[in-house]
């Protein structure tokens, strides 16, 4: 399995990103899939996750009304458009994904991981 992230970037506050993953090697209609992200010498934090096959979906409390993520199965795809984006969003955004049903927050539940992303919010 490979995810390959694009569309990370600088943005200022209040504006707006969209990350893509295109994921390989497998079907990934029995996937689910999550963008977690990490701030240099701090920890993964998860922000969204999608179940492939449903679409049943869970986000971070911080992200919440903001963040949208999203599967396109025409383009096997899985996006997360960010909007109303702030300086705490700054990180490098992974796209990952884990084999199965449950929706998870939890960041080490996740098998498969790309290479990351960087986004950066100026002030």
Do not use: H
């Not at 689910?32 to 701090?42: A, D, F, H, S, T």
């Not at 096997?76 to 990952?96: G, H, I, S, W």
């Not at 049903?101 to 539940?109: G, I, P």
Request: proline share 2%; aromatic share 12%; net charge positive.
């Amino acid at each position: 399995v490979e995810l390959v992230e694009s569309g990370g970037g600088l943005v200022q506050a209040g504006g707006s990103l969209r990350l893509a993953c295109a994921p390989s090697g497998d079907t990934f209609s029995n996937y689910v899939m999550g963008w977690i992200r990490q701030v240099p010498g701090k920890e993964r934090e998860f922000v969204a996750a999608i179940r492939w096959r449903d679409g049943s979906l869970v986000y971070a409390d911080s992200v919440k009304g903001r963040f949208t993520i999203s599967v396109d199965n025409a383009k096997n795809t899985v996006y997360l458009q960010m909007n109303t984006l702030k300086p705490e969003d700054t990180a490098v955004y992974y796209c990952a994904a884990r084999f199965g049903t449950v929706v998870t927050r939890v960041e080490k539940n996740y098998n498969y991981w790309g290479q990351g992303t960087q986004v950066t919010v100026s002030s």
